[in-house]
């Protein structure tokens, strides 16, 4: 299910940081993924549905290069995305088996694919790097993936950097890595996210102007005073 372009384009202004800080508020400890670091510097910031694809540990049998033309494989599963999605890989942790090469993350490329992720790492980088498409991963390695992969499935419950991601749960990732915001929490964090990033830029405003801490971050009762009168002030 694609999110609706209102949504998208409040999530591009929020940090990955802010929300799990939102997220935390909801009782949600572990929603950044580990492991999923930018595999270029300055990459923008990603929103999208996570469209999950599913590894297990190799098992020599069926992880074999005449794999990935069977029905069950990466190509058929990049094949049926729809636009607007980042495919969230879990790749096991493995960092001696590249997940997906620079073909597969060209062709998520040129089909509308917003990014990949994965805690695994991917082949091919220069390869990748010139498709212009948005990676994040925890390396590289020159072996493919049934190196030390074997891919069952797609769109099925994974995890990724130790974090459970469900098909069209919402993904944003940014320099600080991935974040997962289930879906059943999507209007909670609109709501309440951009007030978080209003009111940390607020207070990185008195941090400039010299405030100590204390009473601020926190913000006690006459700080949070303070703060509605800006607010106030912003609206006129």
């Not at 949600?28 to 999208?48: I, Y």
């Amino acid at each position: 299910m694609a999110l609706d372009p209102g949504s998208v384009n409040i999530l591009k202004d929020i940090s990955t940081a802010t929300l799990t800080t939102v997220l935390l508020k909801k009782g949600l400890r572990n929603v950044w993924m580990r492991g999923t670091k930018p595999l270029r510097p300055g990459q923008p910031r990603c929103v999208g549905t996570a469209f999950t694809f599913r590894f297990v540990p190799a098992r020599e049998d069926l992880a074999t290069p005449a794999s990935w033309g069977s029905p069950i494989s990466t190509r058929a599963a990049i094949e049926a995305m729809p636009e607007g999605s980042i495919a969230v890989i879990d790749g096991q942790g493995v960092s001696d088996a590249g997940v997906f090469g620079d073909i597969l993350v060209s062709r998520m490329a040129k089909r509308g694919m917003v990014a990949m992720v994965t805690d695994g790492v991917v082949r091919d980088l220069a390869g990748v790097l010139s498709a212009d498409f948005p990676v994040w991963c925890n390396g590289v390695a020159a072996s493919p993936s049934v190196a030390g992969l074997t891919f069952v499935n797609w769109q099925e419950p994974i995890g990724c950097g130790g974090v459970a991601v469900f098909p069209d749960d919402i993904i944003v990732v940014d320099d600080d890595g991935a974040v997962v915001i289930p879906a059943s929490l999507l209007a909670d964090v609109l709501a309440e996210a951009p007030e978080q990033e209003r009111m940390e830029a607020w207070i990185m405003q008195e941090v400039g102007r010299g405030t100590p801490l204390p009473g601020l971050y926190p913000m006690n009762a006459e700080t949070k005073a303070r703060y509605e009168l800006f607010k106030a002030g912003q609206s006129t």
